[in-house]
């Protein structure tokens, strides 16, 4: 079982070196910075799990509700 937190990808950094991309996270707890290096072509707007301080799956609506 994998305790993660859902949250919407609100900000890519362009500045962030390409094996380690980072980015801003909106979560129910507030926004998270987060290491995309499992999504490295995640986009704005996306629904992601994060864990741990990495964004590991991405997830559409009827996901995030589970």
Do not use: K, W, Y
Not at 6 to 15: F, K, T
Not at 50 to 57: E, L, Q, R
């Amino acid at each position: 079982m994998c305790i993660g937190i859902v949250g919407r990808v609100v900000e890519l950094d362009g500045d962030a070196p390409p094996a380690a991309p980072t980015g801003t996270v909106d979560t129910e707890e507030g926004r998270r910075q987060v290491c995309f290096a499992f999504l490295p072509d995640a986009a704005v707007g996306e629904l992601v799990l994060v864990h741990s301080g990495f964004a590991v799956n991405r997830l559409d609506d009827r996901g995030a509700e589970r």
